[in-house]
């Protein structure tokens, strides 16, 4: 049984349409409802989460002791401005991504979505998802620039309750 989901990450979940053995990474997971919904959806995925919060780290792995137990999800403390981060992640990965992770707005974050990028496989994808208070222009902008690395292609916007910007790595991407 799945505990209480809030609205933004089941839609955040349903955008990613994840294959049922898909590698995924979720930055930033904070209490692990994604993790949650996720790996009851699809028994078969390989999850790691990442969050730069010990209380998130704790809290995650609590929720999900039973896929944490059995290997199907890892919890890692670390922040994703970390350039080392990436290399204690695993990978790669069919999809990343974050809901209600301000850093890939609020500043430019170039370093961290080249970063994840990288992690992914030809062909992966980079979500980022969140649920504004209204102000979608100034969220969209922000994370548009952040995605403009070599490593991923054109972003795409999604609105449907949250608001959506990914960007796929490329078949013939550098690195
Ligand atoms: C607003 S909470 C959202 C939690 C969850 N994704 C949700 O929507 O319910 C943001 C989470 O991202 C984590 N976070 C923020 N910036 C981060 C960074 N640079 N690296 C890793 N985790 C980060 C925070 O610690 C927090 O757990």
Redesign the pocket.
Known sequence: MVGAV?E??QR?VALLDLRGDAAVL??????G??AELVLAWHPGVRYVA????A??VARTTARNRAAVDDGRLVVRQ?????PG?ADTLGGPFDVAF??????FWTRSARA?AGALAALLVPGGALWL?Y?TPGDDDRVVDGVRASLAVPELGEAVVVHDGVVAVGARRPHDAPG
């Open positions: 809030p933004r990450v955040a979720e930055i930033g997971p904070g209490p409802a994604a990442v969050d730069r919060s209380t998130a670390g922040d994703v401005a970390d981060l974050a809901v209600n992770v301000n850093v961290e998802v649920e």
